[in-house]
């Protein structure tokens, strides 16, 4: 029997089947081995949670088609226990309970097809759980494996003909088994495998089943003394024919068991006194993954997975037709069916001295904040990624508040703005995104053809396919049925090609919950890319990038004036960084850090992303032609993913919103007349290389901020002696000539000194003259330069006055 405070759960491990040579399917793409067809089988089983039932953890895909199953695992099995004569009453219990989990699994379309006693676990209290009841549906019934599935003892007549998928297959085991423990006995404990399957055929024959086995095994007298109803019960599920077997909804209904039917439930097992093990499963399992679990490891300890010299292995003759001919295979590549425990010693002691507060967070209560892993949070990512102390805190605080969303909406993005932890990172992405969902995605239609199915057909076998999960069969499908669900929600769009790489990351965090993925891929593309999928996105996209060079030149204006003198625009590299907010571009993993941080900005964020890989690859640009600066984009060096986080939170943080506002986006207010106004063209974005900053802005900065501006009024001496703004300096634009770019024909003693680390605000009645002169002084290399919009002019409007006049 297995300790609960030993373990939770436990590992199994088999060899997928191999395809033979180098096949292709009907796409002329290599078959997908069919270890990753079981990975993307696995997931929905992990979804599976029901009292009668183990709960499937996790699906590990090793070297040469090994898989790796981790499920819950605990007590001991019915094989055991059965070693003991069980009263009826307990083999009742034992029915009903299996009867449940059946019908659970009927429920979801899933038959078990490997039903036998050492697959059924028993607690102290004698509740019943299903364990390995998924590896038929995991191998499709079986085709992706080159063992047979289940024990042929407890099969049915019509499995040993070729019939499957029947749950009423499963039934029949379950009448086998029972009907075991009636008679005290296992039934053809010595014969062969051929033998036993004659003996199951000869059934056909058999006008009752159930007592030509007692009869067999020298059991009548105790057939004859079970009650009618309990005969007539087994006798219905080893009926010959299929159809005649009641499904598991109908035996759970019998009379036989609403005579006692208070006993026959699950009893509610003793709460553990170590809070760790009250814990959902699956962060347990995550914890213990920190805490250095291997299950690899665990497995090579019980000789379940052996190592060989490679060189035994190399066939002898290799086919032209791709057949091998070379020594037999080893014989550790055979089903071994034992079960190895997953300690948790170590988890226990790792996690000892957490106080039982931080298990149960009291996020309303200000006499006992929760400050667990305060001060951790100035570590590097990567670190706290790995810390089991800190994703036990992060964990436990996030599972809280995400259990009251969306009333804690405020809460999650406070605390996500520290970080997030992986194992939550889907539905956390999905608050950040004011998801609820609302049944919608089940009523779009996903199958009928469309004219974009082609090219979604190409696209999909490209989309991250290196991610095992993405590149499976079941995998494809749902990005399909996303991408269609998409197209068909949005008639005023066309599917352009990095939709796919734009919605990967929403399936791979939600592979389960496809209307999660789908709502939040609906609300991410509304929030930061509004508009990019018109038939006609030239204007949105030409004002985009339009942006993004402004804003390279108020950040970074020697790099920015660099580019511009070799003629590399952003049209030629940076569509599919925005197009797709960089999910073509970079892994799947550096996406999730790079999201984690986009989740929390506004639009614009993914202008500062682009200026952020810019500012890493800014040595290299330099040195760079043309030439060299289009084949280094087209092969991308790698980018410190943290780096660039830090440095694009950076930039945002000190941007005044309106510098980088744009028209097409999705507001939550009306522009009023001291917000930019869209009086600006699209001509006049690309014509100028300084971004527009907003009368609102500069009167806030003025307010509030004054020691991070500085003004530069270009009007002549007479008008700026009349009125001017507080600090500002009056550098007359007629009195300039910019032969020379250097600040030193300013004439304005200590110039470079009061402009550094400043936001550089160019002041005017005539706009040409201020965009001519923050023109200059971004040639001159002087970053975070900008024009006031509207002018001068507009500042006498400002209500309470902010003019000092003479």
């Given at each position: ?45 992990k ?6 039932l183990?709960?499937y ?35 009742l ?47 499709s ?54 033998n ?39 006798e ?27 006993s026959y ?16 499963l ?242 991410f ?45 952003p ?89 980088a506002?744009?028209f ?26 300084c ?24 009007r ?13 300096i ?71 006055n ?5």
């Open positions: 029997m297995v300790n609960r405070q030993e373990s939770l759960f436990a590992a199994v491990t088999f060899f997928a089947k191999t395809h033979p040579g180098e096949v292709c399917g009907s796409n002329g793409l290599p078959l997908t081995p069919n270890s990753i067809a079981i990975l993307g089988r696995s997931q929905r089983l979804e599976i949670k029901h009292p009668n183990c709960q953890l996790d699906v590990i895909r090793g070297k040469h088609e090994r898989t790796i199953v981790v499920s819950e695992y605990g007590g001991c099995t019915l094989q055991d226990k059965a070693k003991e004569p069980l009263g009826t009453n307990e083999v219990h034992i029915f009903y309970q299996i009867s449940l989990a059946l019908n659970q699994l009927h429920q979801l379309k899933i038959v078990v097809h490997n039903l036998e006693p050492r697959h059924i676990l028993l607690d102290s209290w004698n509740n019943v759980k299903l364990f390995n009841y998924g590896l038929y549906y995991l191998t019934g079986g085709d992706y494996v080159p063992f047979p599935i289940g024990n042929i003892k407890y099969m049915p007549p019509e499995r040993l003909m070729g019939s499957k998928n029947n749950i009423k297959s499963d039934v029949w085991s379950l009448g086998i088994i029972i009907a075991e423990l009636l008679l005290q006995c296992t039934f053809w404990p010595n014969l062969k495998i051929s036993i399957s004659r003996k199951i055929l000869s059934f056909c024959q058999a006008p009752n089943v159930f007592e030509k086995i007692a009869r067999e095994h020298n059991r009548l007298e105790l057939y004859q003394n079970l009650s009618e109803d309990l005969c007539s019960m087994i219905s599920c080893l009926a010959i024919k299929p159809t005649e077997r009641p499904l598991p909804s109908a035996l759970l209904q019998l009379p036989l068991f609403k005579e006692n039917l208070n439930q699950i009893a509610p097992n003793e709460k553990s006194s170590v809070l760790l093990l009250r814990m959902p699956e962060q347990i399992y995550y914890w213990w993954q920190l805490a250095g679990g291997d299950v690899q490891a665990d497995l090579k300890k019980e000789g379940l997975i052996r190592s060989e010299a490679p060189i035994l292995s190399i066939p002898q003759v290799v086919c032209l037709n791709g057949n091998i001919i070379g020594p037999k295979r080893s014989q550790s590549y055979l089903m071994d069916d034992r079960v190895v425990p997953l300690k948790l010693q170590n988890l226990i002691e790792r996690l000892r001295g957490i106080p039982a507060t931080a298990y149960y967070p009291l996020i309303h209560c200000p006499k006992f904040p929760y400050i667990f892993g305060v001060g951790m949070d100035q570590l590097p990512l990567v670190i706290r990624e790995k810390d089991i102390e800190y994703q036990f805190y992060r964990v436990r605080l996030f599972s809280k508040l995400l259990t009251g969303y969306p009333y804690t909406a405020e809460l999650i993005r406070n605390e996500a703005a520290i970080d997030i932890p992986p194992l939550l990172r889907g539905p956390i992405w999905s608050c950040l995104l004011d998801v609820i969902p609302n049944g919608s995605y089940k009523k779009i239609d996903k199958f009928t053809p469309t004219s974009t199915d082609r090219q979604i057909e190409v696209d999909i076998p490209r989309c991250h396919q290196y991610d095992e999960l993405l590149s499976s069969p079941e995998g494809h499908r749902k990005l399909k049925r996303l991408l269609k669900a998409w197209v068909t929600a949005h008639p005023q769009y066309v599917y352009w090609q990095g939709l796919d790489s734009l919605t990967a990351p929403f399936l791979y965090l939600n592979f389960n919950n496809e209307e999660l993925a789908f709502l939040s891929v609906f609300k593309i509304a929030r930061y890319l509004q508009w990019f999928f018109l038939k006609d996105n030239s204007a949105v996209i030409k004002e985009y990038l339009c942006k993004f060079k402004q804003l390279t030149a108020f950040h970074e204006p020697v790099l920015a004036q660099h580019l511009v003198s070799i003629c590399f625009i049209e030629l590299f940076a569509i599919p960084w925005f197009l797709t907010m960089f999910s073509h571009v970079f892994p799947l993993h550096k996406i999730l850090h790079l999201w984690d941080k986009l989740m929390l900005g506004d639009s614009s964020y993914p202008l500062f992303i682009g200026i952020a890989i810019l500012k890493q690859l800014k040595s290299t640009l330099l040195a760079s032609g043309f030439n060299e600066c289009i084949l280094l984009f087209s092969d991308l060096p790698d980018i410190v993913m943290e780096n660039c986080v830090i440095e694009s939170q950076k930039m945002y943080e000190i941007t005044p919103k309106s510098i506002h744009r097409y986006v999705n507001r939550d207010h009306e522009l009023g007349p001291f917000d930019i106004t869209s009086d600006i063209t699209l001509a006049d974005l690309q014509e100028e290389m971004p527009h900053i907003s009368a609102n802005d500069l009167t806030y900065m003025l307010r509030n901020t004054p020691e991070k501006m500085l003004t530069l009024d270009i002549n001496i007479s008008d700026f002696n009349r009125v001017h703004l507080p600090h500002s009056n550098i007359p634009y007629v009195s300039l000539q910019f032969g020379d770019k250097s600040l030193e024909i300013l004439n304005v003693p200590q110039l470079q000194e009061k402009l550094e680390d400043k936001i550089i605000i160019c002041i005017s009645n005539v706009h040409e003259n201020a965009v001519k002169f923050s023109k200059f002084l971004v040639e001159c290399g002087v970053p975070q330069v900008c024009v006031l919009h509207k002018g001068f002019n507009i500042l006498h409007c400002i209500e309470p902010i003019l000092i006049s003479n």
